[in-house]
Nanobody, 116 residues
Framework: QVQLVESGGGLVQAGGSLRLSCAAS????????MRWYRQTPGKQREWVAT???????NYADSVKGRFAISRDNGKGTVYLQMNSLKPEDTGVYYC??????????WGQGTQVAVSS
């Protein structure tokens, strides 16, 4: 019943910006902590950012100061604003949530490509 759908990816030049969205359904969104991860070919999936139900945020060192995670509980959507993009930010970006006793839930991913 839980579904997460990412959107907003695309191709940008280094130094540019993108805003990713993840629309959630099948959960009480306001009670859920949300996370963004990314997957680069040849690397393991890595955590990027977290926003809690209280709207506290945490970021991976690699994106700190450049990315910002936010949420709109009325729309059931979490966002990732990506600024000052670098080629190493290229990858497939996924949103994730979890429910106690129910396991983890992942979206299908949205592709981001940053050219030099």
């Amino acid at each position: 019943q839980v579904q997460l759908v990412e959107s907003g990816g695309g191709l940008v030049q280094a130094g540019g910006s993108l805003r990713l969205s993840c629309a959630a359904s099948g959960i009480i969104f306001a009670f859920a902590d949300m996370r963004w991860y990314r997957q680069t070919p040849g690397k393991q999936r890595e955590w990027v950012a977290t926003i809690t139900r209280e709207k506290n945020t945490n970021y991976a060192d690699s994106v700190k100061g450049r990315f910002a995670i936010s949420r709109d509980n009325g729309k059931g959507t979490v966002y990732l604003q990506m600024n000052s993009l670098k080629p190493e930010d290229t990858g497939v970006y996924y949103c994730k949530t979890a429910r106690a006793g129910r396991g983890d839930y992942w979206g299908q991913g949205t592709q981001v490509a940053v050219s030099s």
